[in-house]
C-alpha cells in the first residue's frame, strides 16, 4: 500500500480524490492544516503528493520548494490555473507532473500509478538503492534519512551531503575546507553558516539518541566519533 498526500483545500474535492485513491487499494491522507504541510509530510512519509497552487497562507509552489529541500517524493500539481506560466512554474519549483481542473479522476490515477512505476515499481532504476554505514548508523542519501536501528531523521539536502561526508571519514578529521567545498563549492561563506549547519547535524544525530559525537576541532574541523557502536 502507498501513501498519497493530498494538499487540496477544497474538503469535497479532496474526499473525492481519497475516495478513488483508497479504491485502488492505496491510503489517502488528507491535509487540514495549511500552516504547517511539512511538518505533516514528515510525519505521513508519503510516496505521493497531491498539491493544490491555491492554499490558505502559502501557495502550493512554496510548499513544493519546501518539500523537494528535503526530499525527491513525486509531486503532482492539481490546479484549476490552466496557463502555460503556472504549468512551467510548477515544474520549475520541482513538480513531476501538473494536471489542470476539472479533471477526470481515472486520469488523476493513471498519473498517481505511473509516478508509482516509474519511482517505487517496474519503472524504477534496478541498481541498489546507495547507503553509507558505520557501525550500524547508516545514511540514506536518495532518501535523506539517517537510520539507527528502529528510528529515522529526516534531513535536509545540505545536511545529507554533511554526514555523508563525516560518516565516510570517519573517526578522521574532516577539514573546514574539505566541507566548505562540499557544502557550497567556491561561495564564500562565514563562520556563522558553517557552525549552523553543523548544529543542524548534532540535532539530527540527537534525535536518535547519539549525544557528543561531533567534535569540533579548534582551527582545523570536525571529527565524527562513534559513540553509538554497540
Known amino acids: 500500500m502507498y501513501k498519497i498526500m493530498i494538499v487540496e483545500d477544497d474538503p469535497k474535492l479532496a474526499g473525492l480524490l481519497q475516495s478513488h485513491i483508497e479504491r485502488y487499494g492505496n491510503e489517502g491522507k488528507i491535509i487540514e ?46 490546479s484549476a490555473r490552466n496557463g502555460t506560466p503556472d504549468q512551467l512554474r510548477a515544474l520549475e519549483n520541482g513538480a513531476d507532473d501538473y494536471i489542470t481542473k476539472p479533471f477526470a479522476y481515472d486520469i488523476v490515477i493513471a498519473k498517481i500509478h505511473s509516478q508509482l512505476r516509474r519511482v517505487y515499481g517496474d519503472y524504477a532504476a534496478a541498481s541498489a538503492e546507495r547507503t553509507v554505514e558505520k557501525d550500524g548508523l547508516v545514511l540514506y542519501p536518495e532518501r535523506m534519512e539517517l537510520n539507527l536501528e528502529d528510528r529515522t531523521s529526516l534531513l535536509t539536502k545540505k545536511e545529507t551531503i554533511l554526514l555523508e561526508t563525516l560518516l565516510s571519514r570517519s ?23 558553517l557552525s549552523v549547519n553543523i548544529n543542524r547535524v548534532r540535532k539530527r544525530l540527537a534525535e536518535l539518541g547519539i549525544e557528543n559525537a561531533l567534535e569540533t576541532i579548534r582551527g582545523s574541523g570536525y571529527r565524527l566519533h562513534t559513540v553509538w557502536k554497540r
Request: with cysteine; glycine share 2%; net charge negative.
Open 33 to 78: 492544516d495549511f500552516d504547517h504541510v511539512l511538518e505533516q509530510f514528515h510525519e505521513i512519509k508519503p510516496h505521493i503528493v497531491l498539491l493544490d497552487v491555491n492554499l490558505p497562507s502559502f501557495d502550493g509552489y512554496y510548499w513544493c520548494r519546501q518539500i523537494r529541500s528535503v526530499s525527491t517524493c513525486p509531486i503532482i500539481f492539481i
Open 171 to 193: 573517526p578522521r578529521l574532516v577539514t573546514r575546507e574539505t566541507i566548505l567545498e562540499k557544502l557550497w563549492d567556491d561561495t564564500f561563506v562565514d563562520d556563522n553558516t
